[in-house]
């Protein structure tokens, strides 16, 4: 079988199941939320889950990768689920609990003390995915994407649906929010209806996936589990630290901006923008559901160096193609977000370009998870870390959320450096380079040529933009022939 067939054909299949959920969420709740609350009400929204993104590394703390990791033997496969789960199941409900009895605590230290039920409802929303992450996680070695997917795109669906129950069908119905309980309970909670339809869907979402336990005898084995957990946990800190070079910026910005704008409202701009790049963002993790286990899987064949090579240079392709439709076809991008966040704009290539590395990045530092040299992991991304924390805290004072988007950019470029030059020494693969420069070159140069030729009208931008993306694919398609690679059946 083509492995790149493979891969690709299991990457759109995890599309569904992450392509679908997010463009549903983007095409919906983007566009509701920033129309339906205010830019600050956005902001929080925007903070909030910066920390949730956070707790979520810190809550699977690396067990995912290590699941595939030991997977390997299929007559271990069993006692290593069982033992990852409910090591996992065990410190979500412990967090849970914490959670519960600190809620003023934390809602007081993030600023947020006249919500504290905030905190409550996203502690138990992370909970509930933690354990949802390892359940996903089995689907995937076992290759069941179409269960996966169904359920993904599920929890989506019943969080729009919860959305607009709670703020638009509920209080349209007069003997409902006329009533004393719902006056009571319910009324003029708003963007706290956000998190309480979220931590439904998770539940649900749940419930659903526990029926994949009714089989499984659970079991713990110790010995196993610490030998999983030194493998997880240098995992966890690289990961903590790839999480808060992502996020680290929201909740900084809040803190240390110095402008005219109240900090929530720059939270708002900058997020909303930040969301127009979900496509590249849905690509990356779609490829990176299929690319772990897929890589694990080839690590033992003879060519599996010059496979990851040939990945590389394919992506880079496909992620520059997304980075130049969406970057110049802006003015349908947009439309998503409300009038009042086309301000920040201007972020937009700069947040798509970051994303090109982080996705350059996740194919290269597959090295270190293949050998077990995870502390590298550790010493690259608290290095990225690092450097985003100082430079925010210089440059935001100065700059606000545009500080943000180009050390976001410049910190992905020094990690993903990091990790190549280490990788060559530990894990060598020849990557092509000089391939790779050329067809991220040209991309860029393509990109300044659309923005010379924009014109008044949006339409005929959009046509261009598609112009160029078309020029750009049939050259990369000549050199490489993607078409022949992804869609035949078999090797030559």
């Known amino acids: ?28 709740l983007t566009v509701y939320y920033t129309r339906r609350f205010a830019v600050e009400e956005y902001g929080v929204i925007t903070e909030l889950y910066a920390y949730v993104a956070i707790l979520m590394v810190l809550l699977t703390y690396g067990m995912e990768t290590g699941l595939f990791k030991f997977s390997s033997s299929a007559e271990k496969k069993a006692t290593v689920y069982t033992t990852t789960l409910i090591s996992v199941v065990i410190t979500s409900v412990i967090f849970s609990l914490c959670v519960f009895y600190f809620r003023h605590n934390i809602a007081a230290w993030i600023g947020y003390t006249g919500n504290p039920e905030y905190i409550v409802y996203l502690g138990l929303t992370l909970s509930l995915d933690a354990i949802a992450a390892i ?65 439904i869907a998770s539940l649900i979402v749940l419930l659903v996936l526990l029926a994949d336990l009714r089989r499984v005898r659970l079991f713990i084995d110790l010995p196993l589990l610490k030998k999983i957990l030194l493998y997880s946990v240098p995992l966890l800190i690289s990961g903590l630290a790839g999480i808060f070079n992502e996020t680290i910026d929201r909740i900084l910005l809040k803190q240390l901006s110095d402008t005219s704008m109240t900090p929530l409202y ?33 690590s033992r ?3 599996s160096k010059q496979i990851y090579a040939n990945v590389l240079t394919y992506f880079t392709i496909f992620m520059m193609i997304i980075f130049l439709g969406v970057s110049l076809g802006i003015d349908f991008f947009k439309l998503f977000i409300a009038k009042e966040y086309y301000e920040g704009l201007q972020i937009v290539p700069v947040v798509l370009m970051a994303n090109v590395l982080v996705g350059m990045l996740f194919n290269v530092n597959m090295w270190y998870k293949l050998t077990g040299h995870t502390l590298y992991g550790v010493y690259i991304t608290g290095f990225g870390a690092l450097l985003t924390i100082v430079l925010n805290i210089i440059f935001i004072p100065l700059y ?71 020029i750009y694919f049939m050259y990369c398609n000549t050199r490489e022939h993607l078409t022949g690679i992804f869609l035949k059946k078999y090797e030559n």
């Open 1 to 28: 079988m083509n492995p790149y067939r493979k891969l690709g054909g299991q990457a759109v299949v995890y599309g569904l199941g992450n392509i679908v959920p997010r463009l549903l969420n983007y095409a919906v």
């Open 135 to 199: 359940v996903f996680a089995k689907l995937r070695i076992d290759n069941k994407v179409r269960r996966f997917a169904v359920v993904k795109i599920m929890n989506v669906v019943i969080t729009v649906f919860f959305v607009f129950l709670f703020l638009e069908f509920l209080p349209g119905i007069k003997f409902i929010s006329g009533s004393q309980w719902y006056v009571n309970y319910l009324k003029d909670i708003e963007v706290g209806y956000v998190f309480i339809a979220n931590l």
């Open 266 to 298: 720059e939270l708002g701009i900058y997020g909303a923008n930040y969301r127009i790049a979900v496509l590249m963002t849905i690509f990356i993790q779609m490829f990176r559901y299929a690319a772990e286990p897929f890589f694990f899987n080839l």
């Open 301 to 303: 064949n003879t060519d």
């Open 400 to 470: 606000s959320y545009v500080a943000c988007a180009w050390i976001h950019l410049l910190s992905n470029f020094v990690m993903l450096f990091l990790t190549y030059y280490l990788g060559q020494r530990f894990y060598k693969v020849e990557y092509d380079l000089k391939k790779i420069g050329i067809y991220v070159g040209l991309g860029l140069v393509l990109y300044v040529l659309g923005i010379f030729v924009r014109t008044e009208s949006n339409l005929l931008n959009v046509i261009t933009a598609a112009v160029i993306v078309l």
